[in-house]
């Protein structure tokens, strides 16, 4: 039986007996404890714990699900996906314990005629928790399982929960025996290799605490109603009966196994091959599809949370096949693959495949230019430490894979296992802290023109730079060196780009978010070099980047440093106005939302800072609003210069994950409104920042917020702007500006009115040539076959509401309904067939396939009706004639 095929029998099973058939939600929920849907019951937690009333008493889905807490042992057991589909039955305090075990064993048991899974009763065994007596008394009494073949087990095998706080319960669970060549005997208490759980019945009816691991948590009462949550997992029923030996053997799984063996030149099963292999086969498998639904559901690759798993499931796919002897690409010829066995039953594969494939490629191609290098770094480093008697590889080696070629350590964790090594991680760790501070000074080279730092070591070590900027805009200076080309000169002339380095300056160098002032130097004989970009070099040395304008410049000579007035104000203006946005968001979100990086410069400042959900616009008008009451108030800017644990202890906000010295400078704003640590420029009274204009905010990283706002004259301008846009709008509607919104709403509505009176419209004159097209049908054998070319001014939806009212005039007759839309680009097109058609053995699903090699097209649905799209607009009259050519056969 295929793995559609059980999906489809769960469903209706359930369906049939009063059930409302949920669809499966997205991977990604909203619920802070979890990164991704991990079990059928998620999406009906607010059901159970009385949060909110579902619209249903009872209900059935198959749920999309991912647990990647042990993606290690993918491959290694046969029985474990990250990805599964969990077919489930709920009740929301209507049946319980007895309906549970009823429906569970009618669907097992029955025969295939009647729609179950036909399972032999004499290979079902049961478990129950310890002291319930209810459940152990209906499994003997009603359903007629021997007492020997049911068993009781304690909390941590026969109570279930989420793993964190929640609803739970006890729950009795079906095994399934397959056989002595698997095992001992005795049950699931004796051998869980054969005897293999596949369903799940949990009597949900009490709430859990805090706690760890699966019987240590409190339950802290009774929910508001008992409820049932049962999971049946379709990749165990599916692997049992189709007779294969373990779940990657499968129809959904197999195909992309093969697909492997094709790209390595391995072969899965073989004997004589690596240990390994097998491993490596089932975890390009598993992988595979997880990361193509991952990616179908919004997960991109990254370095954080969601985005870190879905890298690291690609990273081991593009490993394991390497391993096996893959020499080309990979990941485009799985996801085909995997688009083809999954698409049956998510048929929103096609419309979103480009993008899937696109997103594992780039990754893919990212990682193969590293991969490679790297794992022959890995390999001599490991055999030096096994040549020497050694078990552990060393922190540098496995910090010179990640800094080096882009290895995440749990990579390196990974391939060190395999080589029988462990890791030392702590001394990593302590490398990836001495980085961060490199990182910073590395981001700063890679401004800097020049590739060799030394030219500025003498400066760094004996000539630090003294910044005068905090009290004066102009100061005198001498000039120490010159760098041109990445190398020292005595001396430049007009045209040529200089390093200017002198021993006092007063134009800040960029750093804390703040860019670097501009400016210009002179001297009293007529030399101008116009100061474009100030750079810090070891954080003490001043490096003015610039162009000679007039005269030649030595080393040696005087000149007069001069800080450009008006960028340096504002750029002050920019710099203080963060601190008020920084201030007033913390005041909205509480301490929660965190500084993540700032930039700031004359007129405009962004923020960054963490936190798990995107800004209402009343939040932002708050924001806004505070910021620029702190404005009004002119608060004076005070700076301190203390001890860093004095800053402390005054309470002052400092950068997460910056380094201090023991000596810090504290800027303070209104008293307690604003006080963290900085080393930046800044107005002296907080209305000299004048207006902040708050532009929006967005996201730009997994957790990462950013808002943006101009300020001083850049905010006038801009609100000025707006100001005038609103009155140009309320002139030509005739309106005072306070009723603009509402008179866009009454405006916007009539527009969607009329848009779906258009639509009405444009879908009652297809269904009027409903009679046309089937008047025209052609005789194929037994069958009618309906077809017709839609104009591309018609869509889907239109589509298909035209072949439903087509199949059910027809409904009488044994009919095929073929209809496409001719784009110009793409061909969508539809396969309907009515009840006797199906019943003559005729399937949408199968003719969609099959047409879609005429019109380089793919697709799937249900039996009943089926969807596709292809690329060759012009193959549309070849796939007709050859399905009336199918069914003239049969």
């Known amino acids: 039986m295929q793995t559609h095929e059980i999906r489809k029998r769960f469903l209706e099973h359930f369906t049939n007996n009063g059930h409302t058939e949920v669809p ?16 059928g019951m998620v999406p009906f937690k607010p059901y159970f714990l009385g949060q909110q009333t579902p619209d249903f008493s009872t209900a059935t889905s198959i749920q999309k699900c991912v647990r990647t807490l042990d993606i290690e042992e993918v491959g290694i057991t046969t029985r474990h996906n990250t990805f599964f589909q969990m077919a489930g039955n709920f009740s929301f305090g209507n049946y319980f314990k007895e309906g549970a075990i009823k429906h569970a064993w009618a669907l097992l048991t029955g025969s295939l005629e009647e729609g179950g899974f036909g399972i032999d009763p004499e290979l079902l065994w049961v478990t129950v928790y310890l002291d319930d007596d209810e459940a152990f008394g209906i499994w003997r009494d009603v359903v007629g399982i021997p007492e020997e073949r049911i068993q009781r087990r304690d909390m941590a095998d026969n109570y279930w929960s989420m793993g964190v706080p929640g609803p739970c319960g006890p729950c009795s669970e079906i095994f399934y025996d397959r056989g002595p060549d698997y095992g001992v005997e005795g049950g699931p208490v004796a051998d869980e290799d054969r005897y293999i759980e596949i369903w799940n019945l949990v009597f949900m009816e009490k709430e859990r605490g805090e706690g760890t691991g699966k019987d240590s948590f409190e339950i802290l009462g009774d929910l508001p109603k008992k409820n049932i949550d049962t999971g049946m997992g379709i990749e165990r029923v599916a692997f049992l009966l189709q007779g294969v030996e373990n779940v990657y053997e499968t129809d959904l799984l197999r195909p992309v196994i093969e697909t492997a063996e094709k790209l390595t030149g391995a072969k899965y099963g073989d004997k004589n091959a690596d240990a390994n292999a097998d491993i490596r086969f089932r975890v390009i498998a598993d992988h595979s599809r997880t990361a193509l639904m991952l990616i179908l559901d919004g997960v991109t690759p990254g370095n954080e949370g969601r985005g870190y798993i879905l890298r690291r499931l690609l990273r081991r796919i593009i490993r394991s096949a390497r391993l096996l002897g ?13 688009r083809d066995t999954m698409t049956p039953s998510y048929p929103e594969i096609t419309e979103s495949f480009d993008r899937i494939r696109t997103t594992a490629v780039n990754e893919e191609k990212a990682f193969l230019k590293t991969l490679e290098s790297g794992s022959r770094l890995f390999e001599s480093a490991a055999s030096d430490v096994l040549s020497g008697g050694g078990k552990v590889l060393s922190g540098e080696s496995a910090f010179a894979l990640h800094d080096t070629y882009g290895f995440p350590i749990d990579l390196t964790l990974e391939m060190a296992a395999e080589r029988g090594l462990t890791v030392d991680r702590a001394g990593f760790k302590s490398l990836m802290a001495e980085q961060r501070e490199r990182a910073k000074a590395d981001s700063r080279a890679k ?16 000539h630090p730079t003294r910044f005068t900027g905090f009290t004066e805009l102009v100061d005198e ?21 200089v390093e200017v380095i002198v021993d006092q300056s007063p134009m800040y160098a960029e750093a804390g978010g703040q860019m670097a002032d501009r400016g210009k130097f002179t001297t009293s004989d007529g030399v101008l070099v116009n100061i474009d970009d100030v750079q810090r070099i070891g954080k003490k040395l001043w490096v003015h980047r610039g162009t000679v304008a007039e005269g030649e410049l030595a080393v040696g000579a005087d000149v007069i440093a001069a800080v450009d007035k008006d960028w340096r104000h504002a750029a002050r203006q920019a710099h203080s106005g963060t601190h008020l946005i920084h201030a007033a968001l913390r005041e909205v979100l509480g301490k929660t939302a965190v500084q993540a990086g700032s930039l700031n410069k004359p007129g405009y400042l962004r923020f960054d800072f963490t936190f798990g959900a995107g800004l209402t616009p009343e939040q932002l008008r708050e924001i806004e609003s505070i910021a620029n009451s702190a404005v009004d108030a002119d608060y004076a800017v005070n700076t301190i210069e203390t001890s860093l644990d004095e800053a402390k202890a005054m309470g002052a906000m400092a950068l997460f994950g910056e380094n201090y010295g023991d000596q810090v ?11 963290e640590l900085c080393g930046g420029t800044h107005v002296s009274h907080s209305s000299q920042i004048g207006p902040i204009a708050v532009l929006g905010e967005s996201s730009v990283g997994s957790g990462i917020r950013r808002i943006e706002a101009y300020s001083g004259l850049d905010s006038f301008n801009y609100l000025s702007k707006e100001r005038a846009l609103a009155a140009g709008l309320a002139a030509s509607m005739k309106a005072p500006s306070e009723e603009l ?9 009539k527009l969607k009115q009329a848009e779906k009176e258009l639509a009405d419209l444009r879908a009652q004159q297809l269904l009027a040539q409903a009679d046309t097209f089937i008047k025209d049908a052609r005789t194929a054998g037994d069958f009618d076959v309906i077809t017709a070319q839609l104009p591309d001014s018609v869509n889907s939806n239109d589509m298909r509401g035209l072949a439903t009212d087509i199949a059910n005039r027809v409904r009488d007759r044994k009919a095929v309904v073929l209809l496409s839309i001719k784009g110009a680009e793409k061909l969508p097109y539809l396969v309907a067939v009515t009840k006797l058609a199906g019943e003559a053995g005729v399937k949408a699903g199968d003719l969609v396939k099959s047409m879609g090699q005429y019109v380089d097209g793919r697709g799937g649905g249900k039996p009943a009706m089926a969807q596709g799209s292809g690329s060759n607009t012009a193959g549309w009259d070849a796939a007709v004639a050859a399905v009336v050519d199918e069914l003239a056969a049969k």
Request: no cysteine.
């Open 326 to 338: 893959a020499t080309g690409d990979t990941i485009g010829a799985l996801m085909d693959t995997v």
């Open 741 to 749: 919104p509402d008179r866009i709403a009454a405006l916007t509505d």
């Open 24 to 39: 499966s939600a997205s991977l990604i929920l909203d619920d802070p404890n979890l990164l991704f849907v991990n079990a």
């Open 665 to 675: 400078r504290v800027v303070e704003i209104g008293g307690p409104f604003s006080m």
């Open 447 to 462: 401004k800097m023109a020049h590739a060799d730092l030394n030219v500025y070591r003498e400066f760094v070590d004996e």
């Open 477 to 497: 200076a001498k000039v120490l060196g010159l760098v041109s080309d990445g190398q020292l000169v005595n001396a430049v002339t007009p045209g040529q780009s």
